[in-house]
DNA sequence: TCTATTTGTTTATGCTATTGACAAAGTATT
DNA sequence: AATACTTTGTCAATAGCATAAACAAATAGA
């Protein structure tokens, strides 16, 4: 059974058997490119037919075809013709963003926020609710009431009867299932199953960091890339966590819980039974508690003044305000969390090996001195050839982003929908 | 623009633009499985076409025709019939894992271990062979040599004319190139591009932990697994991750790099720039000085004896010994050992959800105590959720792991190549 | 014995992508 | 200006894959 090389025009024949089949790469690559093609002209943002053939591999004629959908259906407009380059010029395609809407809701401190974006994962309309009850029938009917005001406005411009969720707590991607989330004291919630019957819409769910990661990704981190991790940094710290393009899952859906990496063997009780947990050392509440304690210790620091000279009610966010303006103290704080993230994130650059680290959530987006110190420590303890290949951001995306991300996740079938 | 659903024996169409089209998930799995009959023969071992069909969800008509090229090629064969269920009794249709072969070779401690494998990637032909001079050139030479061996014993009988290399080092998985190998002192190694132009054979190239897991996966491993952790302890210690069946590689190839996560922010200094990272606390040499270092101290222990009266003689084979003979002493460095890694392993379930972590490498694979222990400890730090899907095993494969897993490399392109 | 069921194959059909031919619309050369 | 050459996009004919429908083969069960 030896398949004897046999080359010929780029494929490969089964020679011995003679079975005429063609085999190898390229095909493959046509298979792939040919369900992506919506994809390529969303990169290119404006291409001939020709250039897409070009791309993909695929023949002019198929090219036509399938443009001829996208046409139909809105998603591509013809703009005229383009440069020639010593022949006939092209028909230059225009891929039309607004052509479609999906849209996301994120939960976060009693309150949902939610958008309508379009197929850039770009905000065309948000609102944000409050959750007057919480428990898990409350924040459905609040999610139901925001549902019906977006659906009325986009009316018949929607991609989908589809809505994506980014939730407190640990998910199960599959089920659309709240296994526990701590935050809010809920455990087994099958919200999928619930908001699919109750509004028929296809509901897509995931966890806080995995919608922010795919935010990230669509929206936020430059052209191009497709390893990343978003590490959302606010009442605890996860990661989501993107490989080729495509989220990291695990067998649970549970991968990504940076929050719970050992930073210091020995160090304090978690309430997951470890010891030193990251989510102990740095997290609004860690930090704030920090502060306070090293305030008592020195009170000359703005921080004093900056929380009303009540140093019990200092937060997090006072403390990067301080250091934002200069503060000696809330900069050694910032420096202090900054060490405890950086062994954590120097252990998800030689393990992971992503090409962007981006830090978000409230209080991750909300410093770049953060962000700063945070690109120092891992410099000194990351392998430098993995190193050598990651950059470390702030997030840009702002409070919505996880609303975006959610989005994401209608926007992500887009391509299934349209072709196939 | 809006898709509304419109359900028709599990197809959607595109009603408001009447355009005839199917879409949605089960021409999707269609898709995937086509691809994957193979496979699914070789899960089953004996199948009939008609339950092909049903798993495929494909007709019988489809699964007839890709069935008699199996049968001409000779993967498969007919076996008689099965027992009717109320109807015409099915033709079975028996996997013949030995109707083709694949080559591996894995470069450890100055040796070539080379295996010739069958599509169940079972060895069925393996030789060592010793790299005499310690230069890429040597090694090289004396891996032509092996090849000759085994392509003329297996003359006509291969997959493929191709290899798959399992090599030390930082190796960059697409131009197959080694980037850096401290063990032996290499960098900058082109071996895919040597090998390929100097004997035509289409070469796979990956580090020792990578393939390892690949071994796991496809013949060590219980089957079904598709989200596991190998992890090799030798000199170093790094691990392979196979997420959804594929390994996961980073933007450099350069994921799993284990032996440098930090374990103590302020242990001690590595080569690699970083302090306490798990390779300068568990690793051959680390656990060999900590013996002598405890034996000082307290010479009663077998370990003494074992090593032949002279302390400065232990290795950690001495010390695994020792530890299945129950002496304290060893028992007690395991204990410390299993704490480190436990801290790793912990970190990794918790970041990467797997469903199998596999303890292997020269020490990795000799010690079950080690593995037991290192159970014990992460069941202390890693979260309950992720923790209650993973199970930590000895790799039972032994020490042609790693040539094994290298015939992977080759085994995987056996779909691509027969079918497609 | 007769009927229902299951399996595997054959035939006609539909869909997708391709090739090759060709028209359209430019540039380059004489 | 006329001609040759390029490039682009479409059309018609064709190949290949998967399917449905029909059918034959082989059984269980009444």
Redesign the pocket.
């Known amino acids: 059974m030896l398949l004897t090389k046999y080359y010929n025009?780029d494929t490969l024949y089964l020679k011995e058997y003679n079975v005429?089949?063609?085999i190898g790469q390229p095909e493959i690559l046509?298979e792939i490119n040919?369900t992506h093609v919506l994809d390529i002209i969303k990169r290119e943002r404006v291409v001939?037919?020709?250039?897409?053939?070009?791309i993909t591999?695929?023949?002019?004629?198929?090219?036509?075809?399938?443009?001829?959908k996208l046409l139909t259906i809105g998603v591509v407009e013809e703009i005229g013709?383009?440069e020639?380059?010593?022949?006939?010029?092209?028909?230059?395609?225009k891929f039309i963003p607004d052509s479609a809407f999906a849209m996301g809701a994120h939960m976060y401190d009693s309150d949902w926020s939610m958008v309508v974006t379009n197929l850039d994962a770009v905000v065309r309309r948000s609102i944000t609710l409050h959750i007057e009850q919480n428990s898990p029938r409350g924040a459905i009917d609040t999610l139901k009431r925001g549902i019906e005001i977006l659906t009325s406005e986009f009316s018949g411009k929607m991609l989908l009867p589809a809505i994506g969720l980014g939730t407190p707590g640990l998910v199960d991607i599959h089920t659309g299932t709240i296994k526990s989330a701590v935050d809010v004291g809920w455990a087994e919630v099958p919200v999928k199953k619930i908001l699919e019957e109750e509004t028929g819409l296809k509901t897509f769910v995931a966890n806080r960091s995995k919608v922010g990661a795919l935010a990230e990704l669509w929206y936020g981190a430059r052209e191009g890339i497709k390893d990343l991790i978003y590490i959302s940094i606010g009442t605890g710290i996860a990661a989501g966590i993107i490989h080729q393009g495509k989220l990291y899952i695990g067998t649970n859906s549970s991968a990504g819980e940076l929050g719970h990496v050992t930073i210091i063997p020995d160090g304090p009780l978690c309430p997951c039974g470890n010891r030193g947990c990251l989510q102990q050392l740095v997290s609004e509440q860690a930090i704030a508690t920090r502060a306070r304690q090293l305030l008592r210790e020195n009170s000359r620091s703005r921080l004093h003044k900056l929380a009303g000279n009540h140093p019990e009610m200092i937060t997090v966010y006072h403390v990067l305000k301080a250091a934002d303006e200069g503060d000696e103290l809330a900069l050694s704080i910032l420096d202090e969390s900054a060490e405890y993230l950086g062994i954590a994130v120097a252990n998800l650059v030689n393990l992971f090996n992503p090409e962007l680290i981006v830090l978000g959530g409230p209080v991750g987006q909300s410093s770049r001195i953060l962000t700063d110190k945070l690109a120092e420590k891992v410099r000194l303890r990351a392998m430098a050839y993995p190193l050598s290949a990651v950059q470390i951001v702030t997030s840009s995306l702002g409070s919505y982003s996880g609303a975006i991300g959610a989005s994401v996740l209608v926007l992500q079938q887009a391509n299934r929908l349209i072709f196939q």
């Open positions: 025009a005429k089949q063609r046509k040919r001939s037919r020709a250039q897409l053939a070009r591999s695929l023949s002019r004629a198929t090219i036509s075809l399938l443009v001829d013709r383009g020639s380059s010593g022949g006939r010029p092209p028909v230059l395609l």
